[in-house]
């Protein structure tokens, strides 16, 4: 347990150097948000109560993507990359060696890298967006404890799926395609393009069941206070249930996966 | 051949430019053959790149399963602010997306590699890594563009018809010097990459939508500070027959040309300015 943590502070402590890094997506945080209010605004403007949100829910909703876009990684920029590059050169061989769990390992990375970007690309964005238009956050603190724990939440499902798709590297060696796919799913099924109650239909039944609605949806609308008391439970027993799924996923996919493993010498 | 005496400098600077041209399309030819190695990995990621573009207009389409117009435009109006927008940015993502990367080579120091080599560092750098699946983008914009031509009933005059073609290729050269100036402002604050994506993608975003949707300061920054409304707000308006923001004379519509000129000349001068400040890190 001690090791999973130092590593979950290595990986706070490594995205917390690049400071000009983090200020820079700030700043694209921010100018998305801006742009994003402003195109909600439009369309609340025409049909107030669109989706069950309200105007200033709405903007809080466009807020709420920009500030856990990097935390809950919706479009990747995760460990993903750098396990690919492991598989592709090898130096998978050495993790499997390590006397620690491979995929707790890089769970625990990556806990740290989601803590770094809420308080880092997470925080000062959503302040600029309270400060510039009416958003509705709750201003007591019980509402802010179970949206951060629905992100949390969020994190392992996000990690879960990610991890998949990284491992299919040992199959296809280059993961770029995969990991794009992933990513767009990422995007578009999350509601970072647009709430998923927006969306028609069956489409949005479908959007409402898959994973990737633990990443966005689900912690917006427990911060808006659409979900309390079972409808609060319902969601975290929804989120625990893909993350539990997706991670057994992830490890048989990674047995099978470490069986195919010739180190090669040199 | 000899120099003449009166006019040596034009001829140097087209020499450069056909050297540079030269370098990057030898860099660029081998970055295909690169990508062509993993074929399933190309074809997935240029259908990715396809999608992701394709998402933006989705949502737009969303939104319009909801509404009949958005802050006064119809779909076929904002199908040909996306379209012009997106080409444009599109063409420009192609030639010069990699720009983005030079922080990171200064930072790592194969900057200095580009450096020693007998071609122009800028060709060098917006050649490398070129991406063919960025045709994606560009068929996508064009898709949009072709279908916001047929469902809009425009009176079409000689003069709306050239602003469409001049609206893509000078939009594409404002996003163009867009990228280098982002990426001279990358010698000074190394990892600020986001901070040039946030004015090309950004930028892309925005001119997506009409500029009535927009507050008037945001409208102002993005005519006068940094020109994105020559890109397509200012050309598409005059095609459309809307009135333009900020009550600016409807003659701006023709000129973006002379707006990308400039924007190209500053880029130009500003990436001249970052090179020369330019220290390796010595690693």
């Known amino acids: 347990m001690r090791l999973y943590a130092v590593v979950a502070a290595g990986g706070f402590r490594r995205y917390a150097t690049y400071r000009v890094a983090t200020a820079a997506g700030v700043f694209t945080n921010t100018v998305f948000g801006f742009i994003m209010a402003y195109a909600y605004i439009a369309l609340w403007d025409e049909r107030p109560q669109l989706g069950g949100y309200d105007l200033s829910q709405a903007v809080t909703f466009v807020w709420l993507g920009q500030a856990l876009l990097m935390t809950c990684a919706m479009m990747g920029g995760g460990f993903e990359d750098e396990l690919i590059e492991r598989i592709r050169t090898g130096d998978i061989a050495i993790d499997l060696y390590r006397p620690a769990d491979l995929q707790l390992w890089w769970l625990a990375g990556d806990l740290g890298r989601a803590a770094f970007h809420l308080l880092g690309r997470g925080v000062v964005p959503l302040l600029l967006g309270a400060l510039a238009f009416d958003l509705a956050l709750p201003a007591s603190p019980l509402p802010w404890l179970a949206f951060l724990t629905a992100v949390l939440l969020g994190v392992v499902v996000s990690f879960a799926l990610r991890y998949l798709a990284a491992l299919s590297a040992f199959w296809l060696m280059d993961g770029a395609g995969v990991l794009q796919v992933t990513w767009l799913a990422g995007l578009f099924f999350s509601g970072m393009l647009l709430p998923l109650t927006l969306f028609p239909g069956a489409l949005g039944e479908l959007a409402r069941l898959l994973p990737w609605s633990s990443l966005l949806q689900i912690p917006a609308d427990v911060l808006l206070g659409k979900r309390t008391g079972w409808g609060l439970v319902h969601a975290y027993a929804f989120q625990l249930g893909w993350a539990a799924a997706l991670l057994a996923a992830g490890r048989l996919l990674q047995s099978a996966a470490t069986r195919r493993v010739v180190v090669q010498g040199g | ?283």
Not at chain 2, 17 to 39: E, N, P, V
Not at chain 2, 109 to 127: E, F, N
Not at chain 2, 150 to 155: E, G, N, S, V
């Open chain 2, 1 to 283: 051949m000899p120099r003449t005496a009166g006019h040596p400098r034009p001829a140097a600077h087209l020499h450069t430019l056909r050297s540079g041209l030269r370098a990057y399309g030898l860099i660029a030819a081998m970055w295909m053959r690169s990508t062509m190695t993993y074929r399933a990995s190309f074809a997935m990621t240029a259908l990715a790149n396809l999608a992701a573009t394709s998402f933006d207009f989705v949502v737009i389409l969303l939104m319009f399963a909801h509404v009949d117009t958005l802050a006064g435009y119809g779909l076929p109006e904002i199908a040909l602010l996306y379209g012009s927008a997106g080409t444009a940015f599109g063409l420009a993502d192609l030639a010069m997306g990699s720009m983005d990367r030079l922080g990171r080579r200064v930072r790592d120091g194969t900057l200095d590699t580009l450096l020693v080599r007998p071609a122009p560092v800028l060709a060098q750098v917006a050649a490398d890594r070129f991406a063919l699946r960025r045709l994606g983008r560009i068929t996508q914009g064009l898709l949009v563009l072709g279908y916001a031509l047929l469902a809009l009933d425009i009176a079409w005059t000689p003069l709306k018809a050239a602003v469409v073609p001049m609206m893509l290729l000078s939009g594409a050269a404002i996003f163009a010097a867009v990228f280098v100036a982002g990426a001279a402002f990358q010698f000074v604050a190394q990892d600020a990459a986001e901070v040039q994506n946030s004015l090309t993608y950004g930028g892309n975003t925005l001119l997506q939508y009409p500029p009535t949707v927009f507050a008037k300061d945001l409208v102002r920054g993005v005519t006068f500070v940094v020109p994105l409304a020559f890109v397509n707000w200012l050309p598409a308006l005059y095609v459309l027959g809307r009135p333009y923001p900020l009550d600016l004379p409807r003659w701006l519509a023709f000129t973006p040309p002379l707006v990308a000129a400039a924007c190209c000349a500053l880029a130009g001068a500003a990436w001249r300015a970052g090179l020369r400040t330019y220290r390796s890190t010595g690693s």
